[in-house]
């Protein structure tokens, strides 16, 4: 992992992504995939290029999210509103495995380009299609973003405080979980089409589904027993002790009593053995009714201690403890560090830079960043020019009119 070439086979040796999507959560999916041995390429507008490049801060004017979010692609300029560009693309789809689109339903139909005409070129091809609300339905054609499927998910009605206005996220999270979700749906196709018939398939991705997923059994709480759940701040109706508390040095720390015996072993450490006896400790639904009791025994000892003393018991206890780190903190953890969660990569800009890495470890096929994300059109000349045949005079023209970077 990180920016060594591994020796070993990578897990996607041999699929080919063409990526034209924006924004997030397709060039996540893209990115993951990369990650694991695809080639992606990447097709961006020739002036514009993926809006991801000018999100969050900059150095030197060069993004540091698209640097991470880029990584393992190659880049294509090329205008798909041109019908040369148009054609270009047709010639690329008959090489490739996966096509990552987010337009809007109905624009690949507009240009052409619709998954009845990529078929047609590629029948093993398989289309993701990432957008708000799905490519049929009322919502179809509304502009769709993450924030919106965090509104309408239940996740933000439930995140904050009981008296407080619901919460969004500082990050994107449902385009990152769509994301996540986005490449195993890629790779749930591509298992289909190599023990099926050889022939790919369409896939209708909304952003709204995947949080919907994540923010948990509210729906069928909903269905079964009339119940709408209601903020409960960083408590849980599952269990408690469960919060965030204050250490004695101004940090803070979480923990989490999910498991009976784990609930046990907090309230013996913290002095307050004579719970446990209680009917109502038995269960975390019961714990949960009496968190003012039990967050309060937990807050006062946690108060008296500094973090590291609080850490350091509750691992001797066999309890189950975190702090809560700001980033710079998460650099230097000795788990992190061990697992390599965090990995340095050369870039040609920046140097030396840390990133997070693969998301997984796999034993025979690891993953790997073999390079950052790079400028817009960087590999248009190899991938059009050597690859595709398109040569040097046809490449310059087509760069003059704007179709090309």
């Known amino acids: 992992m990180g920016g060594q070439e591994s020796r070993s086979r990578r897990a996607l040796d041999g699929v080919r992504v063409l990526d034209v999507s924006t924004i997030l959560a397709g060039p996540l999916t893209c990115q993951i995939l990369g990650d694991f041995g695809a080639d992606v390429i990447k097709i961006e507008h020739p002036r514009h290029g993926d809006g991801m490049r000018g999100h969050g801060l900059s150095k030197d004017g060069v993004g540091l999210w698209w640097k991470m979010i880029g990584r393992n692609k190659r880049t294509v300029g090329l205008y798909l509103g041109d019908p040369e560009g148009q054609e270009i693309f047709r010639e690329l789809v008959r090489t490739a495995d996966v096509v990552v689109e987010n337009f809007r339903p109905g624009t690949l139909e507009r240009w052409g380009l619709g998954w009845t005409d990529l078929r047609a070129l590629n029948p093993a091809l ?59 749906a890629v790779l749930t196709a591509l298992y289909a089409r190599a023990t099926g018939d050889g022939t790919g398939q ?100 946690i108060g008296a201690r500094t973090r590291s003393e609080v850490i350091d018991s509750f691992t001797a206890a066999g309890a189950a403890v975190a702090p809560v780190y700001a980033p710079d903190e998460l650099l230097a953890d000795p788990q992190v560090r061990a697992l390599e969660m965090i990995t340095q990569v050369p870039d040609p800009d920046l140097g030396r830079i840390r990133m997070q890495n693969v998301l997984f470890r796999m034993s025979a096929t690891p993953g790997e960043i073999r390079f950052t994300g790079r400028g817009v059109g960087a590999d248009t000349d190899e991938v059009l020019g050597d690859e595709l045949g398109i040569g040097a005079e046809r490449l310059a023209e087509l760069r003059d009119r704007g179709v090309l970077r």
Not at 131 to 136: I, P, V, W, Y
């Open 126 to 184: 398989v289309l993701l299609r990432v957008t708000g609300f799905g490519q049929t339905g009322p919502y179809a054609a509304r502009p769709g973003f993450g924030t919106l499927a965090e509104s309408m998910s239940g996740f933000a009605h439930l995140t904050g405080s009981p008296d407080g206005p619901p919460m969004l996220p500082a990050f994107g999270l449902a385009d990152s979980i769509a994301g996540i979700t986005g490449a195993a």
């Open 202 to 301: 369409e896939i209708d991705l909304d952003i709204l589904e995947p949080i919907m997923t994540a923010v948990g059994p509210s729906v069928i709480y909903v269905d079964q027993l009339g119940v709408v759940q209601q903020r409960t701040g960083n408590r849980s109706l599952n269990n408690a002790p469960r919060n965030t508390y204050r250490t004695a040095d101004g940090h803070w720390v979480a923990i989490s009593t999910s498991a009976n015996s784990i609930a046990e072993r907090v309230l013996t450490l913290v002095g307050h053995a004579e719970v446990i006896g209680e009917e109502w400790f038995a269960t975390g639904a019961g714990r949960a009714r009496h968190a003012d009791l039990l967050d309060g025994y937990v807050a006062d000892w």
